[in-house]
């Protein structure tokens, strides 16, 4: 199969956004308020904390909230000066810093973020533990939540189980995804894959 | 009042969606919108898709003074010696025009094939490699 026709193509997984659960984002955004826009979106790898924080973001625009954005990578202990010049220089209430990735940072780089936030209008992060800042929401996954998906990116084509993918990866929606990107990679023709002849469901 | 039902149309001369590298593609972009633009460009680029993070190259983006709400303009682009358009299993790279109205980045995308035989070129597979007969 063509890269391009590939149902889970990286370009086509960044389209499916978050799936709240047990709230809406009325409540949300009326909780992110109430802890003065300084929280934390917790939950382990591949749960959609950074897809929930994209979703976030034009919401604090339509609020007024310019963003500042930084994401960070494994092993990213501390802020180079040009991250913290675009972070930190001449903050205003009127922004809010989001830092993806914010349990990279080491004690002492954390510490200095969050009080140089404070000169903004808050801070949001994503995190893989709690207790950085109050967390506003944890971001789970289910079987259900990866059928869900699965079955939005196959649109009409057979969807396999979700389950034993699901536990093979342990959770993590993105490995289970990537795994089906590798399946259907496979498949010798896109019209394989739409029957679902070979099966990467039969995996 | 009846809402406008926004348009919006990148077309090439004759439907063509597939040119040799370094050939001119003319055509016609045209829209119909319900909030005015303020900006409004056409945009040549080239992008990945597949398993990995898009790579994405605009080769040229050609500006429409003073959109009006209702408009159409003609361009001519002349694409360059490559990259070419390819696909494997596991990245494929496509080239694309698309018309940018701003304010909102309302866009509408063309997606063209750009190689020596105007056909995308199709990568081997692994398999198909190791059991070619060597030479």
């Given at each position: 199969m063509r890269a391009?026709d590939?149902?889970?193509?990286v370009q086509?997984?960044?389209?499916v956004?978050?799936?709240?659960?047990?709230?809406?984002?009325?409540?949300?955004?009326?909780?992110?308020?109430?802890?003065r826009?300084?929280?934390?979106?917790?939950?382990?790898?591949?749960s959609?904390?950074?897809?929930?924080?994209?979703?976030?973001?034009?919401?604090?625009?339509?609020?007024?909230?310019?963003?500042?954005?930084?994401?960070?990578?494994?092993?990213?202990?501390?802020?180079?000066?040009s991250?913290?010049?675009?972070?930190?220089?001449?903050?205003s209430?009127?922004?809010?810093?989001?830092?993806?990735?914010?349990?990279?940072?080491g004690r002492?780089?954390?510490?200095?973020?969050r009080?140089?936030s404070?000169a903004?209008?808050?801070?949001?992060?994503?995190?893989?533990?709690?207790?950085?800042?109050?967390?506003?929401?944890?971001?789970r996954?289910?079987?259900?939540?990866?059928?869900?998906?699965?079955?939005?990116?196959?649109?009409d084509?057979?969807?396999?189980?979700?389950?034993?993918?699901?536990?093979?990866h342990?959770?993590?929606l993105r490995?289970?995804?990537?795994?089906?990107?590798?399946?259907?990679?496979?498949?010798?023709?896109?019209?394989?894959?739409?029957?679902?002849?070979?099966?990467p469901?039969?995996? | 009042?009846e809402?406008i039902?926004?348009?919006?149309q990148?077309?090439?001369?004759?439907?063509?969606?597939?040119?040799?590298?370094?050939?001119?593609v003319?055509?016609?972009?045209?829209?119909?919108?319900?909030?005015?633009?303020?900006?409004?460009?056409?945009?040549?680029?080239w992008?990945?898709?597949?398993?990995g993070d898009q790579?994405?190259k605009?080769?040229?983006?050609v500006?429409?003074?003073?959109?009006?709400?209702q408009?159409?303009?003609g361009?001519s682009?002349?694409?360059?010696?490559g990259?070419?358009?390819?696909?494997?299993?596991?990245?494929?790279?496509?080239?694309?025009?698309?018309?940018?109205?701003d304010?909102?980045?309302?866009?509408?995308?063309?997606?063209?094939?750009?190689?020596?035989?105007?056909?995308?070129?199709?990568l081997?597979?692994?398999?198909?490699?190791?059991?070619?007969?060597?030479?």
């Amino acid at each position: 199969m063509r890269a391009r026709d590939n149902p889970f193509a990286v370009q086509r997984v960044l389209e499916v956004r978050y799936r709240l659960s047990g709230t809406t984002w009325e409540a949300l955004m009326e909780r992110l308020v109430a802890l003065r826009f300084r929280a934390a979106l917790v939950g382990p790898h591949g749960s959609g904390k950074t897809t929930l924080l994209e979703d976030l973001e034009p919401r604090l625009q339509r609020q007024g909230f310019r963003l500042r954005k930084l994401t960070l990578h494994e092993g990213d202990r501390r802020l180079s000066a040009s991250q913290r010049r675009d972070l930190f220089q001449d903050l205003s209430p009127s922004e809010i810093l989001l830092l993806d990735g914010a349990e990279q940072l080491g004690r002492f780089a954390w510490l200095e973020a969050r009080t140089r936030s404070r000169a903004a209008g808050g801070l949001v992060v994503t995190s893989h533990r709690p207790g950085l800042l109050p967390t506003l929401c944890e971001c789970r996954t289910t079987p259900e939540l990866l059928d869900g998906i699965l079955r939005e990116l196959l649109e009409d084509a057979p969807s396999p189980p979700a389950d034993e993918l699901f536990r093979r990866h342990g959770g993590n929606l993105r490995d289970a995804l990537r795994e089906m990107y590798d399946l259907y990679a496979e498949a010798t023709s896109s019209a394989a894959a739409r029957t679902g002849s070979p099966s990467p469901a039969g995996r | 009042m009846e809402a406008i039902q926004e348009t919006i149309q990148v077309e090439t001369r004759d439907g063509a969606n597939a040119f040799l590298p370094g050939e001119v593609v003319e055509g016609t972009v045209s829209w119909q919108l319900a909030i005015p633009a303020s900006r409004a460009e056409l945009r040549l680029f080239w992008y990945t898709e597949g398993k990995g993070d898009q790579d994405l190259k605009i080769v040229e983006t050609v500006a429409f003074a003073n959109p009006e709400r209702q408009d159409r303009r003609g361009f001519s682009v002349r694409l360059p010696e490559g990259p070419f358009s390819f696909s494997g299993k596991l990245i494929s790279l496509l080239w694309a025009l698309e018309v940018v109205l701003d304010p909102g980045s309302r866009a509408e995308r063309l997606v063209l094939t750009v190689s020596p035989t105007r056909r995308e070129i199709l990568l081997p597979t692994t398999s198909e490699v190791s059991g070619a007969s060597p030479r």
